[in-house]
């Protein structure tokens, strides 16, 4: 049976929700810290700040990725490249509201359709895709 793996990540938060602001480093890799504060979130501020749904797009486009090349790869098709992206939608007072994923792949010898369907397959099963009970979009598409 696999080890279990435990990633970690911390945030510092200092004032209350809108006028406070944190940073939050990812432990493990000891990458930041980065700056994290409402208006960010919220009311996309600009500046070198990030949000909580910012990392978890870059976790989901990730994840994707790798579920997909996987994927891909099990049914002889390796991909030369993937290019992956996540959007998530944030509203205040309601929470995370959806995730689309975008990618664009450049696979050889594979059909659309089958391209299409490990896409989809790769969506679902992906470990952040499950671990979220909001809608998730798929734009993928053969280059």
């Given at each position: 049976?696999?080890?279990?793996?435990v990633?970690?990540?911390s945030?510092?938060?200092?004032g209350?929700?809108?006028?406070?602001?944190?940073?939050t480093?990812?432990?493990?890799s000891?990458?930041?810290?980065?700056?994290?504060?409402?208006?960010?979130?919220?009311?996309d501020?600009?500046?070198?700040?990030?949000?909580?749904?910012?990392?978890?797009?870059?976790?989901?486009?990730?994840c994707y990725?790798?579920?997909?090349?996987?994927m891909?790869?099990?049914?002889d098709?390796?991909?030369?490249?993937?290019?992956?992206s996540?959007?998530v939608?944030?509203?205040?007072?309601?929470?995370?509201?959806?995730?689309?994923?975008?990618?664009?792949?450049?696979?050889?010898?594979?059909?659309?359709?089958d391209?299409?369907?490990?896409?989809?397959?790769?969506?679902t099963g992906?470990?952040?895709?499950?671990?979220?009970?909001?809608?998730?979009?798929?734009?993928?598409?053969?280059?």
């Amino acid at each position: 049976m696999p080890k279990p793996v435990v990633s970690r990540a911390s945030t510092v938060w200092t004032g209350d929700l809108f006028t406070g602001s944190g940073s939050t480093s990812l432990n493990g890799s000891g990458l930041g810290p980065f700056d994290v504060d409402w208006s960010t979130r919220a009311e996309d501020g600009a500046g070198p700040r990030t949000s909580p749904e910012e990392l978890l797009a870059s976790a989901h486009a990730t994840c994707y990725s790798m579920a997909l090349s996987n994927m891909l790869a099990q049914n002889d098709t390796p991909p030369t490249r993937l290019d992956s992206s996540a959007e998530v939608t944030f509203v205040a007072g309601e929470g995370i509201t959806a995730i689309g994923l975008t990618v664009e792949a450049q696979v050889e010898n594979i059909s659309a359709e089958d391209f299409d369907r490990i896409a989809e397959e790769a969506k679902t099963g992906c470990p952040v895709s499950q671990a979220l009970s909001v809608d998730i979009t798929l734009n993928a598409s053969l280059l």
